[in-house]
């Protein structure tokens, strides 16, 4: 595992992620987010505090940085990587022994994989779309953003880690 | 030692993540007016929505002393009314024998499904309640004291095969007895009401008045239909007011001339 590369990955889908934020509108129905792969990436042997701290940055970059309001991908992203922990024993690992230093998609297998990515990017578009849309939007639309934008994010998700494994 | 080694860190990401999603808030609160506005109308949005649900429960079990105080002032009023009945019936005229006073009572036990019903309230003889006493609501008579304890007493429901009750036409006064058939509790029988009196569905009955029992005027009904029984009377069937099924709050009544009518009527050979 070279920590150079691991970064630089990092940062690429970062600039992905703002690129996305700032210039593609699919739709109003769906938000593309793939910070949550960012959060899952990140080594498992990071402890709960670390993880948190480094999404909170992470998120809170995102705002400052994108044209969007300050503090909504890093309450997004502090959801997401509080629970990742214990997702990871409940979805991938139940035995509590971390075996790889990250999850990748080609070492943990499809299905493992794919649960903690929707997992994580389900509970981040809910924190960011209830904090976005709260009092403003009906229930359904809210319900149908959620739907839709955890498809097509996770899709994206799943697209970016086949890269990964090339690492 | 080692649950203390776990709880520590546990503890700290708590408040660590509590401390990010404040920090967060803020932020998205201090980004804009229209988002302060979106949180702050969600928690408003959010408290009237608790409001309601707990009004409602604390409402739910106020229920039964709204339902008292109702009632009491529903006895009141009866017994005003009462009064200025008996109070109008003297400045017509010089003779008064309408003098009812009530006694509101809880029911505790009502059946509607047998040939006998009965109830039970929880008046007794300490509350001054008498044997042959009337039972009433606001929508009809109930039925006749049969059977009193200091705390409780047994009344035989008006929903009996054989209780009756002096009943007439609102219109045109014709009167006669009323009963109970035994077969649907929303419905009893009006007989010997004469032929050439007209009677239309929907025409009121009340009580007539002729006992010491129930006061005269309560509406107990009205017409469903009519048919002509023994060649020379009418047969009125008749809806009920009084929601048998759902009865919860009664009036016994008490006629405060009844002692000296019954002897008045021994008296006569």
């Not at chain 1, 670390?50 to 940085?65: E, K, N, P």
């Not at chain 1, 991908?73 to 922990?85: I, L, S």
């Not at chain 2, 609160?29 to 302060?36: D, I, L």
Request: proline share 5%; glycine share 6%.
């Amino acid at each position: 595992m070279n920590p150079y590369r691991n970064i630089l990955y990092f940062i690429l889908v970062f600039l992905l992620q703002l690129a996305i934020t700032d210039y593609l509108y699919l739709s109003p129905w769906v938000t593309v987010c793939i910070l949550p792969l960012l959060i899952l990436l990140m080594p498992l042997s990071w402890s709960p505090h670390r993880v948190m701290i480094v999404a909170f940055a992470l998120g809170l970059g995102l705002d400052v940085l994108s044209a969007g309001v300050v503090g909504l991908n890093a309450f997004a992203a502090v959801m997401a990587a509080a629970p990742r922990r214990m997702l990871y024993r409940v979805l991938v690992n139940s035995d509590r022994q971390d075996t790889t230093e990250v999850l990748i998609l080609r070492q943990a297998g499809f299905e493992p994989y794919f649960k903690m990515l929707l997992a994580l990017t389900a509970l981040y578009l809910a924190a960011f779309i209830l904090l976005d849309c709260v009092s403003l939007r009906p229930v359904g639309f809210i319900l149908g953003k959620f739907l839709a934008s955890t498809v097509v994010s996770t899709l994206l998700g799943l697209v970016l880690s086949l890269s990964v494994k090339n690492r | 030692m080692n649950n203390r080694s776990g709880l520590l860190p546990a503890l700290t990401a708590i408040i660590l993540f509590i401390v990010l999603e404040s920090l967060s808030i803020v932020l998205v609160m201090e980004s804009g007016v229209v988002q302060r506005f979106r949180i702050m109308g969600a928690l408003r949005n959010t408290q009237a929505w608790v409001w309601t649900r707990t009004s409602n429960i604390s409402h739910f079990f106020q229920y039964r002393t709204e339902n008292e105080r109702l009632a009491a002032e529903n006895l009141m009023l009866q017994q005003q009314l009462a009064e200025a009945r008996i109070a109008l019936q003297s400045v017509d005229s010089c003779f008064s024998d309408a003098d009812f006073s009530y006694i509101g009572a809880h029911v505790i036990k009502n059946t509607v499904n047998q040939q006998r019903n009965q109830l039970i309230l929880d008046r007794g003889s300490r509350d001054g309640v008498e044997p042959g006493m009337g039972v009433v609501t606001p929508c009809g008579a109930v039925g006749i004291v049969s059977a009193v304890s200091p705390r409780y007493c047994y009344v035989i429901s008006m929903l009996g095969t054989g209780q009756t009750v002096s009943a007439k036409l609102a219109g045109s006064g014709a009167f006669g007895p009323m009963s109970w058939p035994g077969t649907d509790p929303d419905q009893m029988l009006l007989q010997e009401i004469p032929v050439h009196i007209q009677a239309a569905p929907g025409d009121t009955v009340l009580t007539s008045g002729f006992s010491t029992i129930f006061p005269p005027d309560i509406p107990l009904g009205s017409v469903v239909e009519s048919k002509v029984s023994k060649g020379s009377s009418q047969e009125l069937t008749i809806r009920l007011f009084e929601e048998f099924r759902a009865l919860h709050y009664v009036y016994i009544v008490k006629n405060n001339h009844r002692q000296e009518l019954e002897s008045l009527y021994e008296s006569v050979p």
